[in-house]
């Protein structure tokens, strides 16, 4: 029996291995990522060249196609020389019907997320978070991408000044003890939120402040909403935010904070001693000779 446990192991670490990676669901059917090297994806990839040749960039990265539309990626180089890490980004939305050009975000270090869906019954959405510059103080932004069938072009959901949901801010004021929690939960009918927690703790100056708020979609009109979270219902989000109960993979931080800490377990208190009493140095130490 003994000789047989070598020929699990490789069998158990695969089993452990598939089921702790992420699961990620499937873009809808009218969604498809272009393939830059298939023939019959050739006809898009010249048409948005074309589309964007009076606007700035070096490379196009993504081109994703639903219907009548193209949301794409390109990346723009600073100098020939430049190392790739440095590049920035746009995001566009490409009528392929007119060649109308809609530029829809701008910043640095893009990263794709999960498709989630931000209402009952309505199509997924692909979701990236990213910084708005590099080497500073920079700040990371949440957004999701959808097709406007009224338009017929693609958008970006919660834009205010360009940016979308400031989830992470690296500049704190001087004198004030800031912490910060966000995530992205769904709920039992899969719909998914965007919550953040600002906590302003400003010492002996001033009562601390909290900021709580839910980004959601209105289920009637489509439009994003941003809704002020207080009272009771404020309470009770800030412990479901901390437990990060049905957190998207990725999409959650600050759950580690001590704000967080204290809220789900109590405040931390130090523990007594329990080391044993030291050796008084007037009596001779075990072993050593007795003084006459």
Not at 56 to 63: D, F, K, N, Q, V
Not at 81 to 86: D, E, I, T
Request: glycine share 6%; with cysteine.
């Amino acid at each position: 029996m003994r000789g047989l446990l070598p020929l699990r192991l490789p069998g158990l670490a695969v089993l452990l291995f598939f089921f702790a990676l992420p699961v990620f669901a499937q873009a809808p059917d009218s969604f498809y990522w272009v393939d830059f090297h298939s023939p019959k994806d050739q006809s898009v990839v010249v048409w948005v060249t074309r589309a964007l040749a009076v606007e700035s960039w070096t490379a196009i990265r993504e081109i994703g196609v639903e219907y009548d539309a193209a949301l794409v990626v390109t990346t723009l180089r600073a100098t020939p020389q430049s190392l790739p890490g440095a590049d920035t980004f746009n995001v566009w939305s490409v009528s392929l019907t007119n060649h109308l050009v809609t530029p829809l975000l701008h910043g640095v270090d893009l990263r794709w997320l999960d498709w989630l869906r931000f209402t009952r019954g309505a199509p997924l959405e692909p979701t990236v978070l990213y910084e708005n510059c590099r080497n500073c103080s920079a700040n990371t932004y949440f957004t999701a991408f959808y097709y406007d069938s009224t338009v017929h072009r693609w958008a970006a959901r919660w834009i205010d000044g360009g940016e979308g949901v400031p989830v992470w801010n690296s500049t704190h004021p001087a004198g004030v003890d800031w912490t910060q929690v966000y995530a992205v939960m769904t709920g039992d009918n899969g719909v998914a939120q965007l919550v953040t927690w600002n906590h302003f703790d400003f010492g002996r100056q001033r009562p601390a402040q909290d900021t709580l708020y839910r980004y959601t979609v209105d289920p009637f009109s489509g439009l994003a909403q941003t809704v002020a979270v207080s009272g009771r219902p404020a309470d009770a989000m800030k412990t479901r935010l901390c437990s990060a109960q049905n957190a998207v993979t990725g999409l959650a931080r600050g759950q580690d904070s001590e704000l967080c800490q204290e809220l789900l377990h109590g405040p931390w208190r130090r523990r007594p001693a329990t080391r044993p009493p030291a050796v008084s140095h007037s009596q001779p130490a075990p072993g050593s000779p007795a003084k006459h």
